[in-house]
Each structure stands twice: as structure tokens, then as C-alpha cells.
């Protein structure tokens, strides 16, 4: 059996805008100009991304795809953390909170932000759909509602997570 030649797993993947190539040195040069980058993982990159091009956001919000959770990639977060000093970090999924990748990342994605010397309230925000009992409505109007919602969320440089504005947690 042969395998795919030039072709490997990655464990995080860049945002594909902003300054080119992208180093992958532990310490980058820094693109101070963005504002938020949205941490993710999974096929919410492709509307995230469709939505950024669609608005002209690409120079004020980065999308980082998390492709390893587990080992999660401290090395390589952090690294991306301190290439964009200056933005605000944000999770996005298209599953429930209570049911997606947010309550293991929140914690690791803090770890990342205090190792590179950044200030954090205790909850990194979030955009996707509220804590529910169940996966999804079952209702596909609904669900494309709740999916356009979640991708604006992310790509609205005004938008805080309710609890994000109440102080440290």
C-alpha cells in the first residue's frame, strides 16, 4: 500500500491572511492590526471563513483551526497568540456549548494566553449555539438560522460573549 506523498496531519492550521508566508517559528513576526482571532476546529471554518471574504474582515480577524485537541498543541497556540498581540481570542462551534470542544479548550486556551504574558477575565468567549439537551433543533430552517447567528457572532468585532463583560470569573 502506498501512502499520499507530501501530505501530513497538521495539528493547528494558520490563518491564511496577513503576512505570507507564515513563519513557524516559536516567536513570529508579530500583525498587530488584527483585532480577534477566532479559534476553531472543524468544517465551521469554511462559513467562518466564506463570511469573513464576504465582509472584507481579513485584516482585522485571523480564524486558527485547532486540528489536535488532544494531546492539545500548547506550542503551537501560544505561538499564535503571540503573533497576533493585539486581538481579542474567541472559540467558535457549531455544536451546543455544553456539547462541542468549548469546555476543554477554554481552559487550555486560557493556560496559552497567561504563558504569553496576556490578560484574561477567566472565560475565553464564545460563539456558537446556547447549552441545550439536545444536538440540534431538527428543524433545518432553524438550524441555518442558528448557524448564520453563530458565524456573525464570531465575525462581529462588537460582539462579547454575555459573560465575558462581568469582570474576572
Not at 64 to 71: A, D, G, M, S, T
Not at 95 to 107: D, L
Amino acid at each position: 500500500m502506498q501512502g499520499i506523498v507530501g501530505v501530513r496531519f497538521k495539528r493547528l492550521i494558520m490563518d491564511d491572511t496577513g503576512l505570507m508566508p507564515k513563519s513557524r517559528a516559536p516567536r513570529p513576526e508579530q500583525e498587530p492590526g488584527y483585532k480577534r482571532v477566532v479559534f476553531c476546529t472543524g468544517k465551521v471554518f469554511y462559513e467562518l471563513h466564506a463570511e469573513r471574504e464576504r465582509q472584507g474582515k481579513q485584516n482585522d480577524i485571523a480564524i486558527v483551526r485547532i486540528e489536535q485537541l488532544v494531546p492539545f498543541p500548547f506550542d503551537l497556540v501560544c505561538r499564535e497568540i503571540y503573533r497576533y498581540p493585539n486581538a481579542e481570542l474567541l472559540w467558535c462551534q457549531e455544536e451546543p456549548m455544553n456539547m462541542g470542544a468549548y469546555f476543554h479548550m477554554q481552559p487550555r486556551l486560557e493556560s496559552c494566553m497567561r504563558a504569553e504574558g496576556r490578560s484574561t477575565n477567566g472565560r475565553i468567549p464564545f460563539a456558537g449555539r446556547p447549552p441545550s439537551a439536545s444536538p440540534a433543533t431538527g428543524y433545518a430552517a432553524v438550524h441555518a438560522q442558528e448557524q448564520s447567528k453563530l458565524t456573525h457572532e464570531a465575525l462581529d468585532l462588537d460582539y462579547n460573549t454575555p459573560w465575558a463583560s462581568r469582570g474576572t470569573a
